[in-house]
Structures are given as C-alpha cells and as structure tokens.
C-alpha cells in the first residue's frame, strides 16, 4: 500500500486482474481526497469557462469592452476552486509539495485532447525572483503531465504577488510578461497553461504579448476556475 499525497493517509486500492498482471495504474491519492475536488460540468460559458447558463458570462462580456477584446479564444478549465482545492494549491504552490502535480495528470490529458490538441503549449511563467523562492513553476510542472512539446516561449519580469491583488487591481496592473522565443512563436497556434483562472488577467496580458510577436490563435487551459 502507498500514503496518499495528500492527507498521507493509506491508500486503499482494489486488486483484481489489472492489478495482478501488473498493468493498473498506482493510485496517488485516497479515494476521500478524491471525491473532495469538485469538477466543472454542465453548461458553461464558451470564453472563460466557468459553469454559467449563458453562453457569455458578465466577466468575458467585459472582456470584450477592452483592449484585451479577442486576444484570447478561450479557456477551459478542470476544477472549482473550492476550499479543498484552495488547500491543495497551497500546498502545492507556496509550501513546495511539487510532486502534486503528478494526480493531475490523468485529467490534464484529457482536457488537452478534447480541446487543445496540436497546438503549441506555452506555460505561465514565473519571474526569476518567485522562481527562486519557490524552487518550481507551477504551471511548467502541471505542462510536463501532458507529455507533449512544451516552449517556454514567455518570461516575466518582477511583479507583485497576483493572489493578495483584488480584481481591478489585477485587470489594470501592468503588462509584465515579454517573449522569451519570438521566433518559436511566430505563427503558432498557442494554448496557455497555467494553474488558476480568476479574472482572466494573466493570460489575456501573456496572450497579448504573444499576439504582437506574430502567434496566431491563443487559448488557455488552467487548472482550476475559481
């Protein structure tokens, strides 16, 4: 038996012929901790996402009255982020449980197939400051679950931390992001990755950074919606 990744409880798995022949898969987690993530379903906005019964949520139609207006195709994403997943990140981010990424990837990887697939993926950097602090790109450990080609085609200049910014400090703070490979780019179709869409900020500043370098369409997948 192994100790879930995250309560580090035992994991108790089912054992039958799969398992026997050697060709099941290890469980990461208990099933407990697994019944606490909370996927995103039903009927959702075609720009950000998000379950909504319209198909334009109010965020994205004030989107669409900025200069970010269709700098971003869409963005799709996997998990609420309610209080366990909040938890989860936290561990994840800021106190260096990096090997979580690993119970993400089974559900990353579809995600990437329904939506994404042949398109070049980018992740959200960090700045070399945060990247120092934390040890790890979060969002670069979550690409690598793909198993696909990963550029990383952005890099980020020194910024405030985005999770203690509020919504309008996050929609009218400065463009950080700058490209990193032009040249890798240049008329790509990208899909962003990172962990957490909130207002959309992030990747509509990172897409438009790529827009002006010459890519072409750009998407998002993330992680979690909050």
């Known amino acids: 038996m192994s100790k879930c990744l ?35 379903v039903g009927a959702r906005c075609n720009g950000c996402g998000r379950e909504c019964p319209d198909s334009v949520c109010p965020d994205c139609k004030r989107w669409e009255n900025t200069e970010y207006k269709g700098v971003l195709k869409y963005n799709r994403s996997i998990f609420h982020y309610n209080s366990f997943m909040k938890e989860v990140l936290a561990l994840y981010k ?43 790109n979060q969002s670069l450990l979550l690409a690598q679950q793909l198993d696909v080609e990963i550029v990383e085609g952005l890099a980020k200049h020194e910024t405030g931390k985005q999770s203690k910014k509020g919504r309008s400090d996050r929609m009218a703070g400065e463009n950080h992001f700058y490209v990193a490979q032009p040249d890798v780019i240049r008329d790509k179709n990208i899909v962003l990755l990172d962990d957490i869409y909130t207002t959309g900020t992030t990747s509509r500043m990172a897409a438009i950074r790529l827009k002006d370098a010459g890519a072409k369409e750009i998407s998002s997948l993330t992680l979690v919606r909050s």
């Open 6 to 40: 995250i309560c580090k409880e035992l994991v108790v798995a089912h054992f039958g012929w799969t398992e026997f022949l050697g060709l099941g898969k290890v469980k990461l987690i208990c099933a407990e901790c697994e019944a606490k993530f909370e996927k995103i």
């Open 94 to 136: 800021f106190r260096g449980d990096a090997v979580l990424a690993n119970i993400f990837k089974d559900e990353l990887k579809k995600i990437y197939s329904a939506h994404f697939q042949n398109l070049l993926v980018v992740p959200i950097p960090l700045s070399e400051k945060r990247l120092y602090e934390r040890g790890f």
